[in-house]
């Protein structure tokens, strides 16, 4: 294990290398940040079945997934599109509209370890916070409120960091400039008009480096899935930030009327047949009210383990503009 005076804390200037380009050194790093991905993978899975959510297994192909839009923090250079049987797929974007339809018919508690496919733009290689493949931890629960989101996630961080300072104290020295705090619940709360008014369109990247602790954005618009008030113009929806690595979590209450889910989707110009499915279950009453969201697992993992560009903390590095044989 390296010493903690080796640890390279410096700004970026070098993108992650895949294994075969690793040094010794360098590849005792990297085995070190995959035992905090176990156990980060390990405590979440466990706080979640603890709180009654069944397990489901992801999808990889599917006609709908994730429209991505109107969402202002999407940045997508191009979809993947194949032809089986017939049929156009997609690679999974997320699985929001699986979720919705699972937790309304047959899974009331659910989360999906899933792979996500969102090809970035070149130009966000050296952000350190983006890669065009990244896993979530996905989350759906029939009936919850964002409150009942916020408790659930807080207790999940919170229990990751306080097992993770105790069972893995060496490995966070050995790769961390300075110590992980255990973030202190309830994890502060901020509207995003707010943050808008104070910083102007680069709220995002301000609120990232001004933050010490995991913080809560609300009232965001974007998807046409996420729970809009027409009255007031609010929306019910969130995204948990970190320190440097900006957002980490997207959720939300979702829409579950067939006449919101329609008009929403109009407005926003979205291909209705990519939906046809959730809507039919819609208009039938078979959508439920609920609430859930993605955790970005590779996100979580650089911050705890203090990297400099979230790829690190992948096995095979996924930076965008850059295809490795592996």
Not at 23 to 45: C, D, F, N, W, Y
Not at 109 to 118: D, E, G, Q, Y
Not at 251 to 262: D, V
Request: glycine share 4%; aromatic share 8%; hydrophobic share 40%.
């Amino acid at each position: 294990m390296m010493k903690t005076s080796e640890v390279p804390c410096v700004p970026l200037t070098e993108l992650p290398k895949p294994l075969d380009q690793l040094s010794p050194s360098e590849l005792e790093r990297k085995a070190a940040i995959g035992k905090v991905m176990t156990h980060t993978l390990q405590s979440l899975t466990s706080t979640y079945i603890d709180s009654g959510f069944q397990w489901l297994l992801p999808v990889a192909l599917s006609q709908s997934t994730d429209p991505l839009w109107p969402d202002p923090g999407a940045s997508i250079d191009k979809r993947i599109e194949v032809d089986i049987y017939g049929k156009i797929v997609r690679t999974t974007a997320s699985m929001i509209i699986h979720k919705l339809v699972a937790s309304s018919l047959a899974y009331p508690k659910l989360f999906i370890v899933s792979p996500n496919v969102r090809i970035e733009k070149a130009e966000r290689a050296k952000t350190g916070k983006h890669i065009y493949e990244f896993t979530q931890l996905d989350f759906e629960a029939r009936d919850a409120t964002s409150k009942d989101v916020f408790t659930l996630v807080e207790k999940a961080l919170v229990t990751l960091v306080t097992s993770l300072k105790k069972d893995l104290k060496p490995e966070l020295e050995a790769l961390r400039c300075e110590p992980l705090k255990v973030p202190k619940a309830p994890f502060k709360v901020v509207d995003k008009a707010k943050l808008e008014a104070k910083y102007g369109d680069e709220w995002e990247a301000c609120l990232s480096k001004e933050i010490k602790e995991p913080t809560w954005v609300t009232n965001i618009p974007r998807e046409f899935y996420d729970f809009e008030d027409f009255k007031t113009g609010k929306w019910d929806n969130y995204d948990l930030f970190l320190p440097q690595f900006g957002e980490v979590l997207s959720g939300a209450k979702r829409e579950w009327e067939y006449k919101k889910i329609l008009a929403k989707i109009e407005r926003d110009q979205i291909k209705k047949e990519n939906y046809a499915l959730l809507l039919k279950l819609a208009k039938e009453g078979k959508v439920k009210p609920s609430a859930g969201a993605g955790i970005g697992i590779e996100r979580l993992v650089g911050w705890a383990t203090g990297v400099r560009h979230i790829a690190e903390t992948q096995p095979f590095p996924r930076v965008p503009g850059t295809v490795n044989e592996l």
